[in-house]
Every structure is written in C-alpha cells, then in structure tokens.
C-alpha cells in the first residue's frame, strides 16, 4: 500500500483514525495501530510479514539478553549477535546478487545469481532495530519488556516503508505516554496533504520530464539537455522523499508521535557538508553515531572512519555500483571541505559558494540516477560537453528548450518551494501580532490545503503508478 493512493487517502487512513479514537486505553491504541501497521505492510507483499515479525521478536529478545547479561562478557556477545544476523539479513535479501554477480565477473565463475525479490523498507526498519539495541548496551535507551511495544516501534505504518529512520529513543515515552490534541490532528493532516502535494503535483510531474529525456540512450543528449535534465531529477529526488518524509511526520502527529524531521531545505546549504546535514538527516546521523568513530585497525581513525560512512551510505542506497561511487564521491568532497577548513570556506563569497555546493550535488544526482556504469559515463560526456566532439550533438537543441518553456512554472514554483521560503511566510504569520494577519494566515493556509487536497486526488483518479522513489532502498 502507498499513501499516494485513494484508497489509503480515503478508506484506509480514516478507519484507522476512527478505530484509534475509540478505542478507550492506550494499550487497545497501541494494538490498534499495530494490526492496522501489519495490515499496510502485507497489502502488497504479504510473504514478507514473517521477515518483519522474525526482525521484531529476534531484535526485541536481544534487547533482553543484553539487559541480562549487562556488564558482562554476554553483553557484548549478544549486540554481536543481533547486529550481526540484522546485517546478514540485509545483505541476503539486497546484495546476494549483487555480490554473485560480481563475483562471477572478477573470477569468470558461473554461481547462479539469486533473484530474491526485494522486501519493502528492509533497509528502514533493520537500521532502527540495530539503533536499538546498540541504544539498549550503551544504557542510551531503557530495554523494552513488551513485546507487542516494540512491534509497535518497528512495523509503526507512517515511517515503516519508507522511513525516516525513527530511533527508539525518538518515541520511548510516546509509547507509554502520548494524547492526541486537535491541534495534533489539524497540524498533522495539514502536514499530510502538503507531502502529499510535493509527491502527485510536483515530483510525479518532474520525473515525466526525467523519464523523457533520461528514459533511453542519452547518447544524443546535448550538454544543456543533459544539465536541464539532471536539475529536473535533483528536484524530483527531493519532492519525492521529502514528500514521504512529510507525510510519515504528519501521520505520526495524528497519532501522537512526534517524529524528528529528516529534510530542512538541503538546497539551501553553501556546503557539501551542510547539505547533507539537511537531507536524510535520519541516515545521516545514524552513521555519524554508530559508525564514524568505530575502532579502525584498533583506533578510530578520522579519515577512514569518514570514507567508511560514505561508503556504507551509498551501498545503503542500493545493490549497484553508481551507489558506492555515489557515496564516495560526496566522501571525497567532504573530505576536501574538511582539509580545507572552515575559515577557508567562510571566507569564500556566498554566490560563490551556493554555485559550488549546487553543481556538485546535481552531478552527484545524476550519478545517483544511472545504475548502468555505461550510461553513467555517458552521463560525464554530456554534461562536460565532451560528447558535443564525439558525437555533434552540440551544446543546445530545440527539444530542450520547448519542454523547459513548457514546464517553466512547474520548475519555478518547485526550486521557490525547495527553498525556505514557505517556512519563514508560516512564520511571519504564527508570530505577527496584528490578530488580522494571523487569522488570514491561519485561514490561508486551511483553505490552501484543501485546495491542494481536491487537485491532488483529481489527479490520483485513474492512476496506479504513485510508487515512491525511496521504496526501492
């Protein structure tokens, strides 16, 4: 199930809803969002429920052990444990082939390649299960006894597919502790329809552009063909996950959880290294905290505990190698800033460095976007105008400019709103004095997204393919 869908908009998420307020005690709340959070996840793949509940009941029965055998030799042999089948688990269900087939290209073997389909936000709710029980060893997180509430951490149906990744020190009260005010429900589905929104109006639209031009051989792109292109996908990516990402928020809110916010206008940023401190803040961090500064050769070690996280972020993205080329090279761009220094950086011009930190992450898209390493080269003669000598395509064509002059307001109000610039409007009303301008706001911003609701689920009739990107990670 999707939440971009009608079904779930309409049928799905209201009896949720309606079933979560009556019900009378916490605990029936609890039960109620779990039954609905397995029935969401085995809709389309109701196999891979057993993967979730063995992943729920083995990390959960960790947690316990670890409580146990605190401070004891059996401690550390348990966090072994769980770590250790969570990422053979991971690595079973999303790089056996990955790993067969190139093992079969370096040695000229001939091992069957595995063809396991892909379970759904594997990658998410395995991160948040190992979260937790390094959280439960290192004493950052109390051991949870019910097993049916860290079921309900782990399979929780607004971050469960897709993410972010919500860590079990995020919500620990919430479990136990938590009400819903109209205010919750008012903000949350408010937040809801605006993911909604960035999702079937903006980043549905922008990929139709990407799958145009990008969807073939590329070879006969021209350079500002491929440019135009590769921006489009950058601001497709964002609305995308940032779409979901708002979405899981807002549900969260309605049900009384407050997750942390996982985007805050990466394009903003005059940094490599402040961009990714603003996008998938949730994976970013999680590799930061239990990764980074993991003992290297017997010590951390500073640079190789970087490339490492980098590393391991692009292999997170998926079983291919443009995503370990992807990760690393941000790695060597943080690398570079951090060589370089803060007082160099702030010492540059800001134009200067908002040109900077921008083409670095639209090529770095466009490396994120060809999985085939042919036409990722292919990408490199486009974009730096060597395939204009190869192959005349020249720099500019026609067909470029006609989609962009078509598309011209759709990519306008997409790069205003990738911006803060709605942020700081909300702002200026919730902290304007005059009782005038505070009540149009507030009444504005209402009516906009109802507006928003009924263009957004007129443009959901009669379609079928509103899968999110982050889906495949």
Same mark, same amino acid.
């Given at each position: 199930?999707?939440?971009?869908?009608?079904?779930?908009?309409?049928?799905?998420?209201?009896?949720?809803?309606?079933?979560?307020?009556?019900?009378?005690?916490?605990?029936?709340?609890?039960?109620?969002?779990?039954?609905?959070?397995?029935?969401?996840?085995?809709?389309?793949?109701?196999?891979?429920?057993?993967?979730?509940?063995?992943?729920?009941?083995?990390?959960?029965?960790?947690?316990?052990?670890?409580?146990?055998?605190?401070?004891?030799?059996?401690?550390?042999?348990?966090?072994?444990?769980?770590?250790?089948?969570?990422?053979?688990?991971?690595?079973?269900?999303?790089?056996?082939?990955?790993?067969?087939?190139?093992?079969?290209?370096?040695?000229?073997?001939?091992?069957?390649?595995?063809?396991?389909?892909?379970?759904?936000?594997?990658?998410?709710? =395995?991160?948040?299960?190992?979260?937790?029980?390094?959280?439960?060893?290192?004493?950052?997180?109390?051991?949870?006894?019910?097993?049916?509430?860290?079921?309900?951490?782990?399979?929780?149906?607004?971050?469960?597919?897709? &993410?972010?990744?919500?860590?079990?020190?995020?919500?620990?009260?919430?479990?136990?502790?938590?009400?819903?005010?109209?205010?919750?429900?008012?903000?949350?589905?408010?937040?809801?329809?605006?993911?909604?929104?960035?999702?079937?109006?903006?980043?549905?639209?922008?990929?139709?552009?990407?799958?145009?031009?990008?969807?073939?051989?590329?070879?006969?792109?021209?350079?500002?063909?491929?440019?135009?292109?590769?921006?489009?996908?950058?601001?497709?990516?964002?609305?995308?996950?940032?779409?979901?990402?708002?979405?899981?928020?807002?549900?969260?809110?309605?049900?009384?959880?407050?997750?942390?916010?996982?985007? =805050?206008?990466?394009?903003?940023?005059? =940094?490599?290294?402040?961009?990714?401190?603003?996008?998938?803040?949730?994976? &970013?961090?999680?590799?930061?905290?239990?990764?980074?500064?993991?003992?290297?050769?017997?010590?951390?070690?500073?640079?190789?505990?970087?490339?490492?996280?980098?590393?391991?972020? &692009?292999?997170?993205?998926?079983?291919?190698?443009?995503?370990?080329?992807?990760?690393?090279?941000?790695?060597?761009?943080?690398?570079?800033?951090?060589?370089? &220094?803060?007082?160099?950086?702030?010492?540059?011009?800001?134009?200067?460095?908002?040109?900077?930190?921008?083409?670095?992450?639209?090529?770095?898209?466009?490396?994120?976007?060809?999985?085939?390493?042919?036409?990722?080269?292919?990408?490199?003669?486009?974009?730096?105008?060597?395939?204009?000598?190869?192959?005349?395509?020249?720099?500019?064509?026609?067909?470029?400019?006609?989609?962009?002059?078509?598309?011209?307001?759709?990519?306008?109000?997409?790069?205003?709103?990738?911006?803060?610039?709605?942020?700081?409007?909300?702002?200026?009303?919730?902290?304007?004095?005059?009782?005038?301008?505070?009540?149009?706001?507030?009444?504005?911003?209402?009516?906009?997204?109802?507006?928003?609701?009924?263009?957004?689920?007129?443009?959901?009739?009669? =379609?079928?393919?509103?899968?999110?990107?982050?889906?495949?990670?």
């Amino acid at each position: 199930m999707v939440f971009a869908d009608l079904f779930f908009i309409y049928f799905f998420l209201p009896l949720c809803l309606i079933s979560y307020l009556a019900a009378k005690n916490l605990k029936t709340k609890n039960i109620v969002l779990i039954v609905f959070s397995l029935i969401f996840y085995a809709w389309g793949e109701p196999l891979w429920i057993i993967l979730l509940l063995f992943s729920s009941a083995f990390n959960w029965f960790i947690g316990l052990s670890i409580e146990k055998t605190k401070g004891t030799p059996g401690a550390k042999a348990s966090v072994a444990l769980g770590v250790t089948v969570d990422i053979a688990l991971l690595i079973i269900f999303k790089y056996s082939g990955f790993i067969v087939e190139n093992i079969n290209a370096l040695f000229r073997s001939s091992i069957p390649v595995p063809r396991i389909t892909l379970p759904i936000g594997i990658s998410f709710f =395995t991160f948040q299960a190992i979260s937790y029980i390094l959280d439960c060893y290192w004493d950052s997180v109390k051991v949870q006894h019910d097993y049916y509430k860290f079921l309900l951490y782990l399979s929780l149906f607004p971050q469960l597919i897709a &993410g972010p990744i919500v860590r079990y020190s995020v919500i620990e009260d919430e479990i136990d502790n938590r009400r819903v005010t109209v205010n919750d429900l008012c903000d949350g589905a408010l937040r809801v329809i605006m993911g909604l929104a960035k999702k079937v109006i903006l980043a549905n639209n922008l990929y139709s552009i990407v799958t145009t031009f990008f969807g073939g051989d590329i070879s006969g792109l021209s350079t500002m063909g491929t440019w135009y292109t590769v921006i489009v996908y950058s601001l497709y990516v964002y609305f995308d996950f940032s779409g979901y990402s708002d979405i899981a928020i807002g549900l969260g809110r309605m049900f009384g959880f407050h997750f942390d916010e996982n985007f =805050t206008h990466p394009f903003a940023c005059k =940094t490599i290294a402040e961009f990714w401190q603003r996008w998938h803040i949730s994976l &970013g961090s999680f590799f930061r905290d239990y990764l980074l500064y993991v003992p290297i050769f017997g010590k951390p070690r500073k640079y190789m505990g970087l490339f490492l996280v980098w590393f391991c972020t &692009g292999m997170w993205h998926g079983a291919a190698w443009n995503y370990i080329i992807w990760g690393l090279y941000f790695g060597c761009w943080i690398f570079f800033e951090q060589r370089l &220094g803060k007082k160099v950086l702030k010492s540059w011009p800001t134009w200067w460095k908002h040109i900077y930190s921008k083409l670095i992450i639209v090529i770095g898209f466009g490396i994120f976007y060809f999985e085939n390493l042919k036409q990722l080269g292919q990408f490199f003669l486009n974009i730096l105008g060597i395939n204009m000598f190869i192959n005349k395509t020249g720099f500019f064509d026609m067909v470029t400019f006609s989609s962009f002059k078509e598309n011209l307001f759709l990519i306008l109000v997409a790069a205003v709103i990738s911006m803060p610039v709605l942020p700081k409007l909300k702002q200026y009303v919730l902290e304007n004095k005059n009782p005038t301008i505070y009540a149009a706001g507030r009444i504005g911003s209402v009516v906009g997204c109802l507006a928003l609701l009924v263009i957004l689920s007129i443009l959901l009739v009669d =379609t079928t393919n509103n899968v999110f990107l982050y889906f495949r990670f």
